[in-house]
């Protein structure tokens, strides 16, 4: 039998066609007509006017500090439970990260306890400039409760929406509500483009100093001209091909990974001591991976046994994110809060997802999920 993984690339068969294409054109660079179509789709596909395709989601959240004016003398809040790439942006700028505890139930950053701790925060010191909320395994944040504590405490709101492309709250994407979102299309995304990112806007400004930035912040002049810092953040036309033939699977991506969650759950919602993150009633969560809690003392082995139980079968599964309090490169930041992302890394186990996965594959991991729960 084959390894089953996580969360591999899942091609259409059209990607060729156009990176043939791009090579027949000579568009053999970090610009060109796929890179401008992929902008303009991806921007329909989000409700945004205005993207920027870069190398990597990373270089997005990196650009959209830089842009939204966030410096070393600031704060950036964020969730605990994240992936790094998050948090590490808030460092590329010199700025201090402040973690946020989840809410046990959507996994996101707790608005209301962000709240209280900006109560706090307003009586005693400065706040910090923005919140970087993350949509975390393809569910949207509470965006109204974010939204109002935005405008609240004056904070600028950049949205991490690298695993929510095909989510939605309310009738729109996240990713759509800050002044910019940023996603990634690495290879084991609802989409990918072998590696890459797309910042988005409504604001033409914000837009325009992203692309410039992102090309070594050329000043338009005929020589070379520089006032400001750049780098070499763009993705190449044919990425950007890749991008556009998968992009028009995304909703077919969406209902593969939400039929793989719900075969999961039938299966497997009779063994004690599994349990699945809720989909919260504001919007449509992808399922980009189907995540389980494992209760050690009713399933008889801990997340870890069974993470090992699952690797022997040749099946790759993978903890939750680790969050950040517990990261030894974040210790000396503040944490607000932390039992939530701690338990649900504690316990959290994410199971294969791949959009191209059979219900043969599924039942391969639900098998030995079972035999492991009885034995
Ligand atoms: C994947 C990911 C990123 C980084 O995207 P890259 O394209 O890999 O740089 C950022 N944030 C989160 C939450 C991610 O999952």
């Given at each position: ?80 439970l ?18 946020i ?22 009586r005693?010191?400065?706040l ?33 929406a ?25 290879g084991?995304k609802?989409i ?7 910042f ?16 070594q912040a ?16 763009r ?64 399933f008889?082995?801990d ?35 932390g ?37």
């Amino acid at each position: 039998m084959t390894r089953l993984h996580l969360s591999p690339p899942h091609l259409t068969g059209e990607e060729s066609a156009l990176v043939q294409e791009a090579l027949a054109s000579n568009w053999v660079a970090p610009l060109g007509p796929h890179v401008e179509a992929f902008e303009r789709e991806f921007g329909a596909a989000v409700g945004l006017d205005h993207c920027v395709a870069l190398a990597s989601g990373s270089a997005g959240l990196h650009l959209s500090l830089i842009v939204n004016g966030i410096g070393a003398d600031d704060e950036v809040i964020t969730s605990s439970l994240t992936f790094a790439a998050t948090a590490f942006a808030i460092r590329y700028v010199g700025a201090r990260p402040v973690f946020i505890d989840s809410r046990p139930d959507s996994w996101n950053l707790d608005p209301a306890l962000l709240d209280e701790w900006l109560e706090r925060r307003s009586r005693t010191g400065k706040l910090p400039r923005a919140v970087l909320p993350v949509h975390l395994y393809g569910q949207s944040c509470d965006m109204n409760a974010l939204v109002a504590i935005c405008d609240r405490w004056g904070l600028i709101m950049i949205e991490d929406a690298a695993e929510a492309l095909g989510a939605s709250y309310g009738n729109r994407a996240p990713g759509s509500f800050g002044s910019c979102g940023v996603w990634s299309f690495n290879g084991n995304k609802m989409i990918t483009t072998s590696g890459g990112g797309m910042f988005g806007t409504n604001s033409p400004v914000l837009a325009a100093h992203v692309r410039k930035l992102a090309t070594q912040a050329r000043e338009p002049a005929p020589h070379y001209q520089h006032e400001e810092i750049g780098y070499n953040y763009r993705l190449s036309n044919i990425c950007a091909a890749i991008g556009r033939a998968q992009l028009k699977a995304l909703e077919d991506r969406v209902m593969a990974r939400r039929n793989i969650f719900e075969q999961y759950r039938r299966t497997l919602t009779q063994v004690p001591g599994i349990t699945f993150a809720p989909e919260m009633s504001y919007g449509r969560h992808t399922r980009w991976l189907t995540c389980i809690q494992v209760d050690p003392m009713a399933f008889g082995s801990d997340r870890e046994a069974l993470r090992l139980i699952l690797e022997a079968a040749d099946i790759e599964a993978r903890p939750v994110w680790k969050p950040m309090h517990e990261q030894p490169v974040f210790q000396g930041f503040e944490m607000v809060g932390g039992a939530i992302a701690s338990r649900l890394f504690r316990d959290g186990l994410c199971l294969p997802s791949g959009s191209a996965m059979s219900t043969g594959d599924v039942d391969r991991v639900t098998a030995v999920i079972l035999a492991a729960a009885t034995t």
